[in-house]
């Protein structure tokens, strides 16, 4: 697709439900970044893919939150018995690497997520 | 891993005052060096981005950034400031491919 693409833009979740969170990366773009942004606050990284490698999963609060992606496709953030404190902004971004990795990262519109 | 400061949060300027944001990150490797804005209601969106070459940079609406690598700063300057600059502005630093941001500064131009 032209840009990152993210679904749902609104979650309203009850306290102790799973919810994902999905991300398409621009095609092509090997590398995907999951990032959380609570109000008022800056962005906080939680985990990056790049291609088949293992993922950097240190930025993860809790063993409730865990990401997969498929080779460079689609990316799905799943938290577990969400807590009040996860309400926030989850942000995807992508970006080329390698022979392309003089780009930016490009960022989808992001899933507000409210734990009620 | 790499981290970045971005100080005084809060900014409230006046129409045509001039702008300056800082950012410092700490990384002894090789990095870009990127300024985001997230206008109100808007996703995040490239400013300018340094990689290699001139550390004087050029962005979109008047904006630069100057890097100084021996003081592992990346300034970003905007000489007189529009009310349509109000928005959010947050510095990153990507080295090793990890990509981090500072907590932003939110920046509020009174017409």
């Known amino acids: 697709g032209a840009g990152v693409s993210q679904s749902p833009s609104n979650k309203v979740t009850e306290k102790g439900k799973d919810v994902e969170l999905r991300c398409d990366p621009i095609?092509?773009?090997?590398?995907l970044y999951w990032y959380r942004q609570r109000l008022g606050q800056g962005l906080e990284f939680l985990i990056y893919?790049?291609?088949?490698?293992?993922?950097?999963k240190s930025g993860l609060p809790s063993d409730r939150f865990s990401a997969e992606r498929t080779g460079e496709s689609v990316s799905t953030l799943t938290i577990q018995r969400t807590q009040q404190e996860d309400s926030a902004v989850y942000l995807c971004?992508?970006?080329?690497?390698?022979?392309?990795?003089?780009?930016?990262?490009?960022f989808g519109q992001g899933t507000r997520l409210t734990v009620v | 891993a790499q981290s970045v400061s971005q100080h005084n949060h809060h900014v409230i300027l006046s129409e045509a005052a001039s702008l300056e944001l800082g950012c410092n990150y700490s990384?002894?490797?090789?990095?870009?060096l990127f300024w985001y804005v997230q206008y109100p209601g808007q996703h995040l969106q490239l400013l300018l981005k340094?990689?290699?070459?001139?550390?004087l940079v050029k962005g979109i609406k008047g904006f630069e950034a100057e890097f100084i690598k021996s003081k592992f700063s990346f300034n970003l300057r905007k000489p007189s400031v529009q009310w349509s600059d109000t928005a959010e502005y947050f510095c990153?630093?990507?080295?090793?491919?990890?990509?981090?941001f500072g907590k932003g500064n939110q920046v509020v131009v009174i017409p």
């Open positions: 971004a992508s970006t080329g690497t390698g022979v392309h990795r003089n780009t930016e990262a490009f």
């Open positions: 095609s092509g773009h090997t590398a």
């Open positions: 893919f790049q291609g088949n490698s293992a993922p950097d």
């Open positions: 990384y002894g490797g090789t990095v870009n």
């Open positions: 340094y990689f290699s070459g001139d550390p």
């Open positions: 990153a630093v990507r080295g090793n491919n990890r990509l981090a």
